[in-house]
């Protein structure tokens, strides 16, 4: 038996901030939202579509309700994030609305497939012969339709045959659906129904091939020799996310700041190339930094003295509160050979994902890898995947104003970035060579802001991003290659490889007005950011200075100043 010790009020912190005016709200519609996911399953489905919106627009009528000049500041913030939230999901249902529409007579067959999907729910007794009449029916309309496609030559447009290709694998999954729940339990619904849905199903699938090679090549993006083809979404729509993001920059400055950091960094990196006895020759020193990777087999080891190295930094100059649980329960997994052709470098939270060589790979495949892996250079990037990053990140998030649901990668990957800004204006590089390892790291984020837009802009092609990362980063090509495929085809949006040194700018500028200024240590400054959760840094900044917001809020915190 078991004995718990209780504990005083004194012994209890109550700094912490409380919840919002919009908690019961917040957590209302996240589960909600989970609940209508898990019940309307089949994607771009009218039903699914409908049920959404009015989901949505009544929800915007009940946050309109709350009196906002007489919410705090975190209620402000919620509800101005919760509004933003609930506006982008409703412009997502619209242009899946307005895409079904443009394609619905090649796809309008299948409709009848969604009642027989919905009566499914409730287990409702079908009659099954009827069924299988339908469902052959059904195939016969579908195989006119491929007729009509070969006959026709019809061509869409990426974004309308990607959708077309959706609306048929809805249909797929909702036939799956039904045949799995009464197979078995229903014998005469497996005599009349078995052999119809199989042929159904493999027609289906043969339709949805079908329109996913019938895109328009001018409105796809053509394989450049990378064979990387990602989806360019133009300036259009990469300034309404900016704008979702609270991000008062065009993509035009966001590529100048960039290149005024890369500007610094080059000129760091000649000060350590210097140092190292190799003059102006930075690729040379970066060439021997990259020579001094561990041997095979003693990355990981390696790795935790990276991490203990960093937490002892961190507790030594006493910049945030670091709870012993989650130093305690982080773990080590190594990332397969397949993984690292998208993901060559770390990956964390409580899992530290390592890139090494395994046995399998090619022989300058394994090179690249170890040298790309090298001591030097992980040295900033084993506390941006574990403590003070990401590790601590989701530790700190999930026992902290949960029911934030703004996640945002300018919070996530900009604060990581953030610590390896203020670490090295700390002097935690130990010498010319962890400089040079962390400087790679610190151009390959400005490297991410210009080639990932310049890409969504339409002005550079898979290629032309790859070969700038090993010119002007020094990546080995295969892990350039790795990480141009992870930025356009590794499902992260359009704007997540920007969030790292543009979030990570956003809080070097937050700590600049409140801990250089003395209005806080970077202890409570830190430990504030982690407890209000993920959210645009712009409204982290609000509620910390406690501004004055309005219920039209725009953003326009224009942040850098360099």
Known sequence: M?????????????????????????????????????????????????????????????????????????????????????????????????????????????????????????????????????????????????????????????????????????????????????????????????????????????LQKKFEASIDESTFPKDDGSGIIGSPIGREELIRQLQLEMIPYSPEELVEIAMKEFAWCDKELLKASNEMGFGDDWKAAQEKVKMAFVPAGEQPEAMLELYNQSVAFLKEHDLLTIPPLAEETWRMKMISPERQLISPFFLGGEVLQISYPTDEMEHDDKMMSMRGNNPHFSRATVHHELIAGHHLQQFVNNRNHEYRNYRTPFWTEGWALYWELTLWDMDFPRGPEDKIGMLFWRMHRCARIIFSLNYHLGEWTPQQCIDYLVDRVGHERANAEGEVRRSFTGNYGPLYQIAYMVGGLQFRALKEELVDSGQMTYKEFHDAVLEENTMPVEMVRAILTNQALTKDFKSNWRFYKN
Not at 31 to 45: A, G, H, P
Not at 158 to 184: C, Q
């Open 2 to 206: 078991c004995s718990f010790q209780s504990i005083s009020s004194q012994q209890i912190s109550t700094t912490k901030a409380p919840v919002s005016e919009l908690y019961d709200f917040s957590v209302n519609i996240n589960e909600d939202i989970r609940s209508l996911y898990r019940f309307y399953v089949i994607y771009n489905s009218p039903e699914r579509r409908e049920r959404f919106e009015n989901f949505y627009n009544e929800k915007l009528v009940l946050l309109n309700s709350y009196n906002f000049d007489e919410l705090s500041i975190g209620g402000k913030v919620d509800y101005l994030l919760l509004k933003n939230k609930i506006e982008d999901q409703l412009f997502n249902f619209s242009t899946e609305e307005m895409e079904c529409r443009q394609v619905e007579e090649w796809v309008k067959f299948g409709s009848p497939i969604y009642e027989v999907e919905k009566l499914r729910r409730r287990g409702i007794k079908q009659d099954a012969q009827a069924l299988a009449n339908q469902l052959n029916t059904i195939n016969k309309q579908a195989n006119e339709i491929l007729v009509k496609l070969d006959k026709t030559e019809k061509k869409f447009p990426r974004n309308l045959a990607e959708r077309a290709s959706g609306i048929v694998y809805g249909y797929t999954e909702a036939i799956k659906s039904v045949v799995e729940f009464y197979s078995g339990y229903d014998v005469e619904f497996s005599w009349w129904v078995t052999k119809p849905a199989e042929t159904l199903l493999k027609t289906l699938d043969e």
